[in-house]
């Protein structure tokens, strides 16, 4: 009996060691599965993060009409994913106009920018920005009979307003290079970012933001800026320009690329102007633009001055 009663106690021990060892094996393990788990999450939503960022950069190197990058920035962030969002604004001669901001959605296996880069409104004669109600400046395809939003000559009209500054987008009659461009315009009026023109029977005017070009800052270019440009130009597809649904903004960016390997040689078919309003009665009515779109305008003030 004795014998007995000790090989109870003994398996009593040994069960008992074994819950132990079971329970400590549980309370060590489960933590180190669960960090190992979120690690492993982060960093994959972490790859999508970054590709994310990369898509949106592309798309603000080579699609933004005019529009400064004022930060790009993580947000609604969680565990399964979040939000990359990038908010931007336009300078019109020394003067900062609030635009709308991008927005793409990442998660642990994908990352999608919005169904536009640009949603707009449309109106018979106008394009606005869906954010912010302030009229955009667009371009036309001129082997198009008939555009969507009708063709307009507002410059003169820019020309009439007093004490304002203003962007203007003119469509040329014919593509310039940018020495021609320059050479065209009095020192007071800049040419701050540069259309690279659309691709067959396209109609830019359904576009809105979505015009494929380069920014100057101070109406200039510089080798170098081009270099990066032209660059850009050959990564982009159709995930990372937004509407682009058969492929073709991307396949003329490419083709751009491939016939306008540098500044030199490339061409443009219209160009953003921005200065005071009264400045554009300099270039009312010339033969070398064939439409004019006003954009934003703001009214001046005594403490801001305009930089041209």
Do not use: C
């Amino acid at each position: 009996m004795n014998e007995d009663k000790q090989f109870e106690k003994l398996a009593r021990k040994v069960k008992f060691r074994r819950w132990l060892i079971t329970l400590a094996t549980v309370v060590i393990t489960v933590p180190i599965m669960l960090l190992l788990m979120y690690r492993g999450t982060q960093y994959l939503s972490g790859i999508q993060s970054q590709q994310l960022n990369q898509k949106m950069e592309i798309a603000e190197t080579v699609m933004a009409p005019n529009i400064q990058l004022s930060d790009q920035v993580l947000d609604n962030t969680s565990v399964w994913g979040g939000n990359v969002v990038s908010r931007r604004y336009k300078v019109i001669d020394g003067y900062h106009v609030p635009w709308s901001a991008v927005q793409g959605k990442y998660s642990w296996f994908n990352n999608t920018l919005a169904d536009s880069v640009n949603l707009n409104d449309y109106e018979p004669n106008a394009v606005y920005d869906r954010i912010t109600q302030v009229k955009e400046p667009i371009f036309y395809n001129n082997r198009l009979r008939h555009s969507e939003v009708k063709r307009v000559n507002e410059l003169p009209d820019v020309a009439k307003m007093r004490n304002y500054v203003a962007e203007v987008a003119v469509t040329f009659k014919k593509p310039l290079t940018y020495q021609q461009i320059q050479s065209k315009l009095p020192k007071t009026i800049h040419a701050d970012w540069y259309w690279i023109g659309v691709g067959g029977k396209l109609d830019p005017t359904m576009d809105g933001s979505n015009f494929l070009g380069i920014q100057a800052d101070g109406g200039r270019l510089m080798n170098q800026d081009y270099r990066y440009f032209h660059k850009t130009l050959q990564k982009v597809t159709s995930e990372n320009v937004g509407l682009d649904s058969n492929g073709a903004i991307a396949k003329y960016a490419h083709q751009y690329a491939r016939q306008n390997p540098s500044l030199k040689k490339a061409v443009f078919y219209g160009v953003i102007l921005t200065g005071r309003s009264e400045q554009f009665s300099r270039i009312k009515n010339q033969t070398w633009y064939v439409e004019s779109s006003a954009g934003a305008t703001v009214k001046r003030v005594p403490y801001i001055k305009p930089q041209y």
